[in-house]
């Protein structure tokens, strides 16, 4: 037994896994509903990294064994009575939470009351009535609960379509077997590139059903640092710092890795080329 752990340690020195086993992941970007504390320092790259969590600063160039796990910074903030009571500087204790109306399976089952948020009745999933009756018209339908920009593009996309562009967009709509609905005047709106629905509420046979899947609602949408970025970062500076974002929401380049609510995949570029044409 001794053995295995003496192999398995000069193992992760080789090879530089530098996290002990079990470990809380880093290197990945807070969604944004999660508010961390200021004195919770991302790295430039806006993710999180060892001395977010840890107030000893050298903590990732010391043996895991001579690390002081019983020093007050060991948690920055702390000492803590408890674990959780550290989690929740960043993660929200459940009663806290904002209802994830996109959450829509109840241990296995549909909860209809989600559908009401949104629907005045709740359709049956697979057999949807003829007109579909909003609590509000559809343009409007995720403000309140989301923002008019959620997020850099959302605000620049609320534009009137071209005609050259609708065509291109009927011919997407056709070829991925997808509805990309457009608010009144022809205008990009959330529902034309997001989906309300959790995966698999509607069927993947039904155009409205087709959808990426893979994701998670509860985990939301996650994005992984990128080597671009420094270019990015250089590219944008000045527009950047115009824009006087708060430390929890620096810009970067990040690679998606996962996608959720979306009818087509940005990662790879589909849901753009379903409107965009760009030159090869
Ligand atoms: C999101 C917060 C967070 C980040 C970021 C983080 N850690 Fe931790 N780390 C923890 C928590 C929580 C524990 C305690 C786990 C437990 O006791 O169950 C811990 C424990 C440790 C321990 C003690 C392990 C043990 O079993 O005694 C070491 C060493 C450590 N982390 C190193 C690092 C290094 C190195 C980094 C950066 C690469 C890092 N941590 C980033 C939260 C974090
Ligand atoms: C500095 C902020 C921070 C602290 C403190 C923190 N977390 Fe996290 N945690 C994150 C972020 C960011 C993610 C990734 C996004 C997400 O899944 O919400 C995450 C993800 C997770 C996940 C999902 C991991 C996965 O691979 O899917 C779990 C479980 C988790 N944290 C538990 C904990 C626990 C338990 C603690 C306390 C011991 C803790 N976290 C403390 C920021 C934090
Ligand atoms: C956040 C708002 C929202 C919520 C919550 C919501 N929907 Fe919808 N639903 C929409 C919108 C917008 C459309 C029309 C565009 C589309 O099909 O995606 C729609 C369309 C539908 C359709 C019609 C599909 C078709 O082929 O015409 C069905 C069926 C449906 N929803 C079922 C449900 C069910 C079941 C629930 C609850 C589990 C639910 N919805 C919750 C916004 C919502
Ligand atoms: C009743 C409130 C409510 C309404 C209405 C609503 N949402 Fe949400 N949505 C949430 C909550 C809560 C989450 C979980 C993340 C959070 O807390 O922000 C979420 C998460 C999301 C996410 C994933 C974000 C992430 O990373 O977690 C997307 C995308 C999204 N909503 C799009 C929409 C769109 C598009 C509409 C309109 C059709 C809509 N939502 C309507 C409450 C709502
Ligand atoms: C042109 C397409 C497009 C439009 C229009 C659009 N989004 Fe998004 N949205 C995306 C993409 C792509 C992502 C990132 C990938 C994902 O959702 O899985 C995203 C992410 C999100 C997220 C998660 C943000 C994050 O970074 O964690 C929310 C919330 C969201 N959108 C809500 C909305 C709302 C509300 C509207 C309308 C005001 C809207 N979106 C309009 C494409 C769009
Ligand atoms: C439903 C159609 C549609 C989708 C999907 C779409 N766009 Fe657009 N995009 C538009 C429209 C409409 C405009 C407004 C200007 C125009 O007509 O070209 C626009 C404008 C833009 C602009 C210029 C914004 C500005 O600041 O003026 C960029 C950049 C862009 N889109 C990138 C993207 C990317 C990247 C994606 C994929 C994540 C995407 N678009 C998905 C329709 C779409």
């Given at each position: 037994m001794k053995k295995t752990i003496l192999i398995l340690f000069l193992w992760t020195n080789v090879i530089a896994v530098e996290l002990p086993p079990l470990h809380h992941p880093v290197g990945i970007s807070p969604p944004q509903k999660m508010q961390l504390p200021n004195e919770f320092e991302l790295d430039k790259d806006g993710l999180l990294q060892c001395v977010t969590c840890h107030g000893i600063k050298d903590i990732a160039d010391l043996p895991f064994d001579e690390v002081?796990?019983?020093?007050?910074?060991f948690f920055n903030g702390g000492p803590y009575q408890q674990l959780t009571d550290f989690c929740y500087r960043c993660h929200k204790k459940k009663s806290a939470?904002?209802?994830?109306?996109?959450?829509?399976?109840?241990v296995g089952k549909i909860?209809?009351?989600?559908?009401?948020y949104c629907h005045l009745e709740a359709p049956e999933p697979n057999n949807p009535p003829e007109k579909l009756e909003f609590r509000l018209p559809k343009e409007k339908l995720c403000w309140g609960c989301h923002?008019?920009?959620?997020?850099?593009n959302a605000l620049t996309h609320n534009r009137k379509v071209s005609a050259e562009m609708l065509k291109i967009i009927k011919i997407s709509e056709q070829k991925h077997k997808v509805i990309l609905p457009l608010g009144a005047e022809n205008r990009v709106i959330c529902i034309t590139c997001h989906t309300a629905h959790e995966a698999g509420i509607i069927d993947s046979n039904f155009a409205s059903g087709k959808q990426v899947r893979g994701g998670d609602v509860s985990k939301g949408v996650i994005y992984r640092s990128h080597a671009w970025d420094r270019v990015y970062q250089a590219d944008k500076k000045e527009r950047i710092s115009k824009l006087n974002l708060n430390q929890n929401h620096k810009l970067s380049y990040q690679r998606l890795e996962q996608e959720v609510l979306?009818?087509?995949?940005?990662k790879n570029g589909i849901l753009c080329r379903a409107c965009h044409q760009f030159k090869d």
């Open positions: 002081d796990v019983k020093a007050n910074h939470q904002r209802l994830n109306i996109h959450k829509m399976y109840n909860d209809k009351k989600n559908c009401d923002l008019k920009t959620p997020h850099l979306l009818r087509l995949s940005a």
